[in-house]
């Protein structure tokens, strides 16, 4: 059964460091998704990519926060200057279509800043 | 803004009950809910998604149903296994982005 595969499972990075989340979404998906959630807290929506554009966002992403579609296969998600406030784990999603359609999830990659 | 509740937070079962989760939300103008299962440390596994035309949908032991105009949703297990232990989330779909509740953690006693 197609998935969703991210890379790396554990990231560990110091306080100011750029990282960058990698996802390999479901091959004919064309719609992309970043999540994350804080230990102990909700999963909240961070960014939806459609048509190599963002199409929504959330306040969480801010000006540190980026996303590319670099070639026909990955999606990643890159934080310029990590905060300890980032340490969470971050879900990639994808769907076959928007407008409601189901959104399958990645195994996650968590972040830990130090 | 939307805000989904999830109730009760935590349960615990012996084996082969029967048992339902709730799932709230305020505002009704959503697209479709989905559920979800997140075992400890892992990632999100989607366990029923239902249209906000659709009042129900089933999968294997799992039903879930939906009152839209109410802002409701229950996910309901039947005959539960040691091995339905997990946390339980509900999401609806605004947008191009799901809201998600808190969740309820699961555990289902042999």
């Known amino acids: 059964e197609p998935e969703v595969t991210q890379t790396p499972s554990h990231q560990v990075t110091q306080m100011g460091q750029e990282v960058i989340l990698r996802c390999v979404p479901i091959s004919n998906h064309l719609y992309f998704y970043w999540y994350r959630q804080i230990l102990g807290q909700k999963v909240e929506f961070l960014v939806s990519f459609y048509n190599n554009e963002i199409s929504e966002k959330s306040e969480i992403f801010d000006d540190q926060f980026s996303v590319e579609r670099p070639d026909g296969s990955n999606f990643t998600l890159k934080i310029r200057s990590t905060k300890l406030e980032d340490s969470a784990m971050y879900f990639c999603?994808?769907?076959?279509?928007?407008?409601?359609?189901?959104?399958?999830f990645g195994a996650g990659t968590r972040l830990s800043v130090l | 803004k939307q805000e989904v509740t999830q109730i009760p937070a935590a349960l615990s079962v012996p084996e082969g009950e029967n048992l339902v989760l709730n799932c709230s939300f305020t505002d009704s103008a959503i697209y479709n809910l989905q559920w979800f299962r997140q075992d400890p440390g892992k990632g999100l596994t989607s366990l029923l998604l239902i249209q906000s035309s659709q009042r129900e949908q089933t999968s294997g032991r799992l039903n879930a149903s939906l009152d839209k105009s109410s802002g409701r949703s229950t996910l309901y297990i039947a005959a539960s296994q040691p091995g339905d232990s997990a946390t339980y989330l509900c999401?609806?779909?605004?947008?191009?982005?799901?809201?998600f509740g808190a969740g309820t953690i699961l555990r289902v006693k042999s």
């Open positions: 999401a609806v779909i605004v947008g191009n982005k799901l809201v």
């Open positions: 999603a994808s769907s076959d279509q928007g407008g409601g359609n189901i959104q399958y």
